[in-house]
């Protein structure tokens, strides 16, 4: 089994900034991407940004420029710093993590999500 755990999420106002970590364990004999995804009230989930393990990376529009996302490969973990946050960043912010568990099987798993909110 694989777990996913996120933290620092919080309350910001406009135009601040906080940092998202993510940490894998379990049976992981490697990850492959890890990313963010988010999903606002009312809304589906959207992908944020992903990095591979070879630390290129990808980033939706919306957050293009004002995100960054990075991995610590040796710890598992996952990092997402978020600055200029704006109101219509508010969602609970899920990590993902498409994670080899054998040989020849890699899975996709996800956390369970840490809230976000950006105050006017």
């Known amino acids: 089994q694989v777990q996913l755990v996120e933290s620092g999420g919080g309350l910001v106002q406009t135009g601040g900034s906080l940092r998202l970590s993510c940490a894998a364990s379990g049976s992981i004999l490697g990850i492959r991407a890890m990313g963010w995804y988010r999903q606002a009230p009312g809304k589906q989930r959207e992908w944020v940004a992903e990095?591979?393990?070879?630390?290129?990376?990808n980033y939706a529009d919306s957050v293009k420029g004002r995100f960054t996302i990075s991995r610590a490969n040796a710890k598992n973990t996952v990092y997402l710093q978020m600055n200029s946050l704006k109101p219509e960043d508010t969602a609970v912010y899920y990590c993902?993590?498409?994670?080899?568990?054998?040989?020849?099987?890699?899975?996709?798993?996800w956390g369970r999500g840490t809230q976000v909110t950006v105050s006017s």
């Open positions: 990095v591979t393990s070879g630390g290129n990376t």
């Open positions: 993902n993590a498409d994670v080899w568990t054998t040989a020849t099987i890699s899975s996709d798993y």
